[in-house]
């Protein structure tokens, strides 16, 4: 018992990074997915029937770890990073139920699917361990992994704090979080048809929960072919925020100084600009495929993902940016994180790999064509801000490069809506309208790094002309940008509509009373207002 308790003990004591935790886990559940589709006994399924079965393999699994996690963190009052070492050897137990399905039915695995059961059939099934199951689901390897989880987790928690009570009760919450795993639909349903329905719980009828994720409705433009997958594509939906909700909340428990500086770091004029052009390009396709706007639960949802995932790809190309301009920011944005030393270089960079994962995940789960988009989106970001080509430091070409960025946003927004995922039907108008307009617009971002950027040689128009003479030429080119927009859209009444706001926006820029740092929000208002205005004169 003393050899376990000192193995315990090391184990708390060894760290495991961010990263490798979460290559580890991908890792596993890639060699669960291999097991089930390729070892054991089971009809073929295709490339992207292959996609969604890793993919909510992977939400199951980190969902159900997470809470897990999360309960024994409260229940020993440590960090969680401190169970990091602990509990990457928990790991090995998602391929237990394949395995022993295998041994036990000649090289086949058993279906051991969701339980969609009314609320007086689930409490049987919990009170009896997944007992009165409906015929053909047989919980046989589940079973056995769930009952060994918990009863490792009894144990380790009587070697942690010496109590019969406290392991008991810890074994019954680790068994009810693997219930609720295992009956997520149905309480999910519950939960839905009641507050929006005003459904009585206890009238809800399996058949309901099954036509509720099962039922193959497309997502706006997106139109999932696989009836078979169609419920674990449709509740990965669901899952992706529900995981979002507690990586927050993880990294809160981990370190609230980090994450407060992760917070005060999410630079939010860019963030509303990059949401801007989602909702630019939703709005384009919804006006070039109004048959395919269709409001529901799923289609909410899609929207939120994409938005997540803009987010994370966002926040990932901040972190390669703040690596490798750290000696710009330590003279220009000493209030950023890696300056203040809140975070190492090297935790940082994990922190960037989790968050291009995460956006890559959520794109994912709508549909590849996004998961693509969001590839060449971080591929720009990355030679836009890293050696050996950095094209930051070169006027014009570095705005470029953002432009074409930021016109991959808006090509997420416009695919969402287009039938068969396709931009082959948007004008080339509006994406030539917008590179022309952000690359000689956007140089106003780097007017508050003059100091920094000089320095190190970074050849910014603000370094190259200094701050009075680059507004100049910044403001011409956002009143340009607001003429050019008439003639690219040929619309000419919105001649002094462009004319008023590019004349306001300039004498905004190059007033020197204006701070550098409060110019992209004027900006961004004023952009707004017009393009309000502009698309209710082009397309209403």
């Not at 070492?85 to 000649?106: Q, R, S, V």
């Not at 060994?148 to 009810?176: H, P, R």
């Not at 549909?367 to 969001?374: D, P």
């Not at 970074?458 to 701050?467: A, K, N, R």
Request: charged letters at 10%.
């Amino acid at each position: 018992m003393l050899k376990l308790e000192k193995i315990i003990d090391t184990l708390v004591k060894k760290r495991v990074s961010l990263l490798a935790w979460t290559l580890g886990f991908l890792a596993i559940i890639f060699l669960r997915c291999f097991i089930e589709q390729f070892i054991a006994v089971s009809q073929p399924i295709f490339w992207f029937e292959s996609i969604i079965e890793y993919i909510h393999n992977f939400y199951f699994f980190a969902l159900a770890f997470l809470l897990i996690w999360l309960f024994f963190s409260f229940l020993f009052k440590l960090r969680p990073q401190k169970l990091s070492g602990l509990l990457i050897f928990a790991l090995a137990l998602t391929l237990f139920p394949p395995i022993i399905d295998m041994l036990k039915n000649h090289g086949e695995v058993y279906w051991s699917f969701y339980l969609l059961s009314n609320p007086h059939l689930l409490w049987q099934q919990y009170w009896s361990i997944f007992g009165h199951l409906p015929s053909g689901i047989v919980y046989f390897g589940t079973k056995i992994t769930f009952i060994l989880a918990v009863l490792i987790s009894a144990g380790l928690i009587w070697l942690k704090e010496k109590s019969y009570f406290k392991s008991i009760l810890g074994a019954l919450i680790v068994y009810s979080i693997l219930f609720f795993m295992g009956a997520f639909p149905s309480f999910f349903v519950y939960g839905y048809d009641f507050i929006f329905h005003s459904t009585k719980i206890l009238q809800i009828q399996s058949f309901q929960i099954a036509q509720f994720f099962g039922a193959a409705n497309n997502v706006f433009g997106v139109n999932f072919p696989s009836v078979r997958y169609a419920f674990a594509y449709q509740l990965d939906f669901v899952y992706f925020p529900f995981l979002v909700i507690l990586l927050t909340w993880f990294f809160w428990l981990v370190s609230p100084i980090k994450f407060l500086a992760f917070i005060k770091n999410l630079r939010l004029p860019q963030l509303i600009y990059h949401f801007g052009l989602f909702f630019i390009g939703l709005g384009l396709g919804i006006l070039a495929y109004p048959q395919n706007f269709n409001l529901n639960l799923f289609s909410f949802l899609s929207i939120l993902i994409l938005m997540l995932s803009i987010w994370f790809s966002w926040e990932a190309s901040v972190i390669i940016n703040d690596i490798y301009d750290l000696p710009i920011d330590q003279i220009s944005n000493s209030q950023r994180p890696l300056p203040q030393k809140i975070f190492t270089v090297e935790e940082y960079r994990d922190l960037g790999v989790i968050y291009f994962l995460l956006a890559l995940l959520g794109a994912i789960t709508i549909s590849v064509h996004f998961a693509v988009l969001i590839i060449i989106y971080q591929i720009l970001a990355w030679f836009y801000s890293a050696p050996p080509f950095r094209l930051k430091r070169f006027p014009f070409l570095a705005t470029f490069i953002s432009s074409l960025a930021s016109v991959i946003i808006l090509f997420i927004g416009y695919i969402l809506m287009a039938s068969h995922q396709s931009i082959a039907t948007l004008s080339w108008r509006i994406p030539a309208l917008l590179i022309l307009s952000y690359t000689i617009s956007l140089p106003i971002k780097d007017l508050k790094d003059i100091a920094g950027d000089r320095k190190h040689k970074i050849w910014t128009l603000p370094v190259i002309f200094g701050e009075k003479n680059s507004r100049l030429i910044i403001a011409s080119g956002i009143f340009i940008s607001y003429l050019a927009s008439i003639f690219f859209l040929n619309e000419l009444r919105l001649f002094s509509v462009a004319l008023f706001f590019g004349i306001i926006t300039f004498l905004i820029v190059i007033n020197q009373k204006v701070k550098s740092s409060q110019l992209l929000y004027w900006v961004l208002a004023l952009v707004f207002f017009y393009g309000f205005i502009l698309v209710k004169v082009s397309f209403f």
